[in-house]
């Protein structure tokens, strides 16, 4: 079963730019839309970006996702303390009549 | 605007069988383009998707649990409902359900409920 690998930790100082990266595969990332999920400490996972780099009304403009073949990255710019959560990615994959999958999940801190 | 609620017993017996009900208010379950999901997340661990249904009754689930998973769908009550069995402790974790926009190339699931923590223990 696939997997989508991020690194499990990233940091910056306020009003820093930080990105997560994201890495999958042809049956995932290379043939489907990408989401990011936010998840602050003790909450449940709301949606960040969905369809690679659209935001959901309410989420500010500081976070934006890209995608590239089979890779994907989530950027934060002018870094705020209170984006200091859980990051993951996620998308579709097309093997085995089809499933869902979640990336490991990066920490980020605002140092 | 739309809202999810789990429901359940938070504490199931190994080798039986646990049983969760989200309720979707705010929102009707039988709208199109949308399936209906349940996700979830070990402590201090990563999340996974368990499986999700269409109010039709169609059904996708994890390769890894679909022999013990059944997901069903009560539209007179809003409902959906996750089943999973022969449980060991090893499925311990916070349940989640959402809604899940469902389309060729192009899913994610918003918005979410809360969560509700199921330990598995005798």
């Known amino acids: 079963q696939s997997v989508l690998t991020q690194p499990p930790s990233a940091s910056g100082t306020p009003g820093q730019r930080v990105s997560v990266s994201c890495s999958g595969s042809?049956?995932?990332?290379?043939?489907?839309?990408v989401n990011w999920y936010q998840q602050l400490p003790g909450t449940a996972p709301k949606l960040l970006i969905y369809?690679?780099?659209q935001r959901p009304s309410g989420v500010p403009d500081r976070f934006s996702g890209s995608k590239s073949g089979t890779s994907a990255s989530l950027a934060i710019s002018g870094l705020q303390s209170e984006d200091e959560a859980d990051y993951y990615c996620?998308?579709?994959?097309?093997?085995?009549?089809?499933?869902?999958?979640f990336g490991t999940g990066t920490k980020v801190t605002v140092l | 605007q739309l809202q999810l609620q789990e429901s359940g017993p938070g504490l199931v017996k190994p080798s039986e069988t646990l049983s969760l009900t989200c309720t979707v208010s705010?929102?009707?379950?039988?709208?199109?383009?949308?399936?209906w999901g349940w996700i979830r997340q070990p402590p201090g661990k990563g999340l996974e998707w368990i499986g999700s249904?269409?109010?039709?009754?169609?059904?996708y689930y994890n390769p890894p649990l679909k022999s013990r998973v059944t997901v069903s769908v009560n539209t007179s009550k809003n409902q959906f409902s996750l089943k999973l069995s022969s449980v060991t402790a090893a499925d311990t974790a916070v349940y989640y359900c959402?809604?899940?926009?469902?389309?060729?190339?192009?899913?994610?699931?918003?918005?979410w409920g809360q969560g509700t923590l199921v330990t598995v223990s005798s």
């Open positions: 959402a809604r899940h926009r469902y389309s060729s190339g192009n899913n994610w699931f918003d918005p």
């Open positions: 369809s690679n780099n």
């Open positions: 705010a929102g009707s379950i039988s709208s199109s383009s949308y399936y």
């Open positions: 249904i269409y109010y039709s009754g169609r059904t």
């Open positions: 042809s049956s995932n990332i290379g043939s489907n839309t």
């Open positions: 996620a998308a579709w994959d097309d093997s085995l009549n089809g499933y869902y999958v």
